[in-house]
């Protein structure tokens, strides 16, 4: 006899899984991507990446209904990137989230793009100052500092 078996994941698994999935599929994509990446206006993009042709995309990932219902400031990343994108799990509830947004769907091994985002170019000082920053970013995080 068998039995259906239910895994159930925290929050911060979820996340992570997600998180990493995303990265992944970004990468495979030819995108660089970088974790907790503070932007100007003092919001954290939980992914940020830049393209080969120097677009910027900010991901927010969102573990669980609750987390996408009680954080409302995704809007706040759209003057930051060219690409704005929802991650989220395959088990979460898609149709919660707005029409709009790019969507993927991750786990701990990769992700899909289900929607792509629409394409919002930076001005060109913005898009200039943000990826520099994100380089530096880069740079100081892939340097030792033991």
Known sequence: MSAAIELAFSRPETTLAVTRGTARLMTALGWAPLYEVCLPNGRRADVMALSPKGQLAIVEVKSSIEDYRTDRKWGEYLEFCDEFYFAVAPEFPREI??????????????????????????????????????????????????
């Open 97 to 146: 989230l707005p029409e709009g947004p790019g969507l993927i769907v991750a786990d701990g091994f990769g992700g899909a793009v289900l929607t792509p985002s629409p394409v919002s170019p930076l001005a060109g000082a913005r898009r200039k100052a943000l990826t520099l920053a994100f380089g530096r970013l880069a740079a100081l995080r892939a340097t030792p500092t033991g």
